[in-house]
């Protein structure tokens, strides 16, 4: 379970998150929605323990990201398109973060085959494309076999077999009892994928409902997610 209790965030005299607090539950997909600049990321990288919150509290199972024993093992996290080693392939990537970790070599090959990149385990990763760096970094994040699982914009660069893909395997996650906190953007995605969402306007929780309570007759989430953030977008078209 995570937990965030007022937790705030600000850069100089803006504050990007303000007392945030709401409970993500294993068990379900949670979607975490907001326009560009709404502080997801910032949120996310506060959870875990890689930006330090001004005030307020963000915990994995009742603990701060950096004072969990044993970190792969009980989350997940992809934050942005993983960073790999020029000379590494995929394989050689998975392993040497495997043997950091004290996880099994065994694992690298499960991760490889659920993440669907076994074909291209043995070339560079530095040379894949976006989708296929999303793929390992998502590898990555399975390799310790977590309860915990944070994803930010998973599907970029994903091609419609990668979408269906994740879906799939999140819903696969959830059903296991894990939990699944995963921003994006794609609002008919998160429509298919998510059982409860958070959505987040300016660094201010607008909604923490479930899906179906957002969800509109014909399925979309648009006209609720409009409406939510109508006075929260920053970067938006003149009209
Ligand atoms: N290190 C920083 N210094 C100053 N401002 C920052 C810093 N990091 C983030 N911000 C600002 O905080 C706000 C929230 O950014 P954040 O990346 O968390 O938003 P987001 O919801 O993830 O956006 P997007 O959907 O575009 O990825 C933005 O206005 C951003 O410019």
Same mark, same amino acid.
């Given at each position: ?131 296929? &760096?999303? /793929? *390992?970094?998502?590898? !990555?994040? #399975?390799?310790?076999?977590? $309860?915990?699982?944070?994803?930010? +914009? @998973? ?46 306007? &300016?660094? /201010? *929780?607008?909604?923490? !409902?479930? #899906?179906?309570?957002?969800? $509109?007759?014909?399925?979309?989430? +648009? @006209? ?16």
């Amino acid at each position: 379970m995570i937990q965030l209790d007022r937790l705030t965030k600000r850069h100089g005299g803006t504050t990007v998150v303000h007392e945030l607090s709401c409970t993500v539950l294993p068990g379900r997909v949670t979607g975490f929605l907001g326009p560009n600049g709404a502080g997801k990321s910032t949120t996310l990288r506060m959870l875990l323990g890689l930006t330090r919150p001004t005030s307020g509290r963000a915990t994995i199972g009742g603990r701060h990201y950096p004072d969990l024993p044993d970190p792969l093992r009980r989350v997940g996290a992809l934050l942005e398109a993983t960073p790999v080693h020029q000379e590494r392939t995929a394989r050689q990537h998975l392993r040497a973060l495997a043997h950091t970790h004290g996880l099994p070599d065994s694992r690298v090959g499960q991760v490889l085959a659920l993440a669907g990149i076994s074909a291209a385990a043995d070339r560079h990763a530095c040379r894949f494309s976006l989708g296929m &760096r999303q /793929r *390992l970094g998502i590898a !990555a994040a #399975l390799l310790g076999d977590p $309860a915990v699982l944070v994803l930010d +914009e @998973p599907t970029n660069g994903l091609d419609p077999d990668g979408v269906h893909w994740l879906r799939l395997l999140l819903h696969e996650l959830a059903a296991q009892g894990r939990t699944v906190l995963v921003s994006s953007h794609l609002l008919s995605e998160m429509a298919l994928t998510a059982h409860h969402l958070l959505i987040l306007g &300016r660094g /201010r *929780l607008l909604a923490d !409902a479930p #899906l179906t309570d957002l969800r $509109a007759a014909d399925g979309s989430l +648009e @006209p609720a997610y409009l409406a939510l953030t109508r006075n929260s977008v920053e970067f938006g078209a003149v009209r």
